[in-house]
Nanobody, 123 residues
């Protein structure tokens, strides 16, 4: 059974850090491009980072550039999102996803999705 399971969300103070994990099962994550998305209440889903399946090319949304880092550990079949300098605007449900495309350009190109993990930034 193909599955992505996120973990690591929670409540963090402004300026703090969190690392989200996304464990894959039922398929080999190494063969896929991976991405992280988030959706805040009342807002559209936002793609925040992606890493290609081939050369490790990464990209980031302007809203998180310089603060978030996407990575993957193929040996553990797991992807990560390291988040730092968090602020209230980062509060959202975060989703991981995997795509057959070398470098997917939108959410429709992702085949597998996790269930989401809540990140709340508040003092």
């Amino acid at each position: 059974q193909v599955q992505l399971v996120e973990s690591g969300g929670g409540l963090v103070q402004p300026g703090g850090s969190l690392r989200l994990s996304c464990a894959a099962s039922g398929f080999t994550l190494d063969d896929y491009a991976i991405g992280w998305f988030r959706q805040a209440p009342g807002k559209e889903r936002e793609g925040i980072s992606c890493i290609s399946s081939s050369d490790g090319y990464t990209n980031y949304a302007d809203s998180v550039k310089g603060r978030f880092t996407i990575s993957r550990d193929n040996a553990k079949n797991t992807m990560y999102l390291q988040m730092s300098s968090l602020n209230a605007e980062d509060t959202a449900v975060y989703y991981c996803a995997a795509s057959y495309q070398l470098l997917p350009r939108n959410a429709d190109q992702y085949a597998y999705w996790g269930q989401g993990t809540q990140v709340t930034v508040s003092s």
